[in-house]
């Protein structure tokens, strides 16, 4: 609760920008905690396998007005209770809890990070016998010193955690939840299998963009398995978890590293989206997501929406549709998708929601429009009419709402299985009369889907003002340039990626 007023929470976990933290500068820190501003991010959670940060950090969330949940410095391991660690582990709370207490963007104390999870559930137990591990700083130290320096401020033992040992301490049902098995073992489209009360982290991997790539790989004939991408990529079997999300929804690509990497992208683009929408519909009951990660402090393949040299993934803009005040979603709930309106804002949302069931070629089927309104912070959800389907099964029907701008895309099989057409589309350069940027223009001749234009390869310093779009034959999108002031039509096509090309 914000003033009284209940809230969905639009979170980011936080990683030290910087392997070597003395790097990040206070003009730094601007950069990244505006860029989460920006993308309509409320809560940044400083993870507690990181660094308490510098007070510039605390400063701009105070003045950006981004809520704080500070973990105290413990992660997924066992930390011994005794003398002399207990009392440098005291010290070291008293002094930023001092620090940090006058801030107030500072919103939740969260003893650790996986922590009390572990324990139950990572064969610790045993392993440790009866030493200690750190239950007495969660449930003993740690609160004492909140209930004294800062008692105005809530405390909770630890990240995933249920509230007490009654429950398990990642029960989806109670508490806090992080949410890995999807990530480590599943179709994304599993986060929809139930609904947490509060998901703290869950995320899924895409490789940098490919300027970063060049920088830090001078030279390399780039794949997914070439010597650098795997020095890279720091994840258990991580490519192979990458592989198996681009082969279970398009297939994989044979020898083509530009093709795997734009599906790459896109994957997790659309796995964060797909867990978000899902959870929202059921605020709130689901009262908020802390996506793992926003940042990174390298450049290497990851879950961050931000990579290790500043630049934007698909993620990004995808995290400033979903984490919008107003989001239009479809959401699949068993076979059928459901039409979720989702409305955060403080005023009602009034609105004329197109349903259209179109054929692959743009061929509308069946159309409606439906006048909906939903209430200041709620949330309204239709089960969409049976004759606006598609059929189960089809490989040539698709569902496409639209309304206010917003667009949600529904296909009843998955993209590999789809009859996309080849994409045509048009593209015109126009410069910006006050230079330095371009706007591109794609006009639609076919169905494109999820177009994506990579600015960074017309330019290391360009970077373009949207992510993935959906467009219908006839349909334009403007996508404005930065840091690029080129005119050469064929070299952006070199640079515009869709899921329907082959």
């Not at 709402?401 to 917003?406: E, T």
């Not at 009843?412 to 015109?428: I, N, S, T």
Request: aromatic share 10%.
């Amino acid at each position: 609760m914000v003033n009284g007023v209940r809230i969905f929470a639009r979170g980011v976990n936080w990683i030290p920008d910087d392997v070597l933290p003395s790097r990040v500068s206070p003009e730094r820190y601007r950069t990244r905690l505006t860029q989460a501003a920006e993308a309509n991010i409320d809560l940044v959670r400083i993870w507690g396998g990181g660094i308490y940060e510098d007070d510039a950090f605390y400063d701009i969330c105070d003045e950006l007005g981004l809520m704080v949940w500070q973990d105290f410095l413990f992660a997924c391991a066992a930390y011994p209770e005794e003398q002399p660690l207990r009392g440098e582990i005291e010290a070291e709370a008293r002094d930023n809890v001092v620090r940090l207490m006058p801030h107030p963007s500072l919103v939740l104390w969260n003893g650790n990070n996986e922590n009390l999870w572990g324990f139950r559930d990572w064969e610790w137990e045993e392993a440790l016998a009866s030493d200690s591990w750190g239950e007495g700083y969660y449930l003993g130290i740690l609160p004492r010193i909140v209930a004294e320096l800062d008692p105005t401020r809530p405390y909770t033992a630890g990240s995933p955690w249920s509230g007490s040992w009654d429950h398990h301490p990642n029960d989806p049902r109670h508490g806090t939840h992080h949410s890995w098995e999807v990530w480590n073992r599943q179709d994304y489209a599993e986060y929809r299998a139930d609904v947490p009360r509060f998901c703290a982290e869950f995320g899924w991997q895409a490789p940098p963009a490919l300027a970063t790539l060049r920088r830090a790989l001078p030279g390399e004939d780039l794949a997914p398995d070439s010597p650098g991408m795997l020095h890279h990529q720091k994840a258990e079997d991580g490519n192979g978890k990458l592989d198996r999300g681009i082969e279970r929804h398009f297939g994989l690509p044979e020898n083509d590293f530009d093709r795997w990497h734009y599906l790459a992208q896109v994957v997790q683009a659309r796995a964060v989206a797909a867990g978000i929408e899902h959870w929202r519909s059921h605020w709130p009951v689901c009262a908020g997501t802390v996506v793992w990660q926003l940042n990174d402090c390298w450049p290497v393949s990851s879950w961050a929406a931000i990579d290790g040299d500043g630049r934007l993934k698909p993620l990004y803009h995808e995290l400033r549709r979903v984490y919008a005040d107003r989001v239009l979603s479809l959401v699949p709930v068993e076979e059928d998708p459901v039409l979720a309106l989702d409305n955060q804002s403080g005023t009602t949302w009034n609105t004329a929601v197109t349903l259209r069931r179109l054929d692959a070629d743009g061929t509308v089927l069946k159309e409606t429009v439906l006048a909906l309104e939903a209430q200041a912070r709620t949330v309204v959800r239709l089960v969409v009419p049976s004759s606006l389907l598609p059929e189960a099964g089809s490989s040539k029907e698709l569902l496409v709402a639209d309304a206010d701008g917003l667009r949600a895309v529904y296909l009843p099989v998955y993209d590999k299985e789809f009859a996309y057409p080849e994409p045509v589309y048009d593209v015109l350069i126009e410069p910006h009369a006050e230079g330095g940027a371009v706007d591109v223009v794609v006009t639609a001749r076919t169905l494109v889907r999820d177009l994506l234009l990579q600015a960074d390869r017309l330019s290391p310093a360009a970077a373009a003002d949207r992510g993935l779009v959906t467009l219908l034959p006839g349909e334009e999108a403007r996508i404005t340039v930065t840091g690029w002031t080129g005119d050469d039509p064929e070299l952006v096509r070199a640079a515009l990626f869709s899921v329907g090309a082959a």
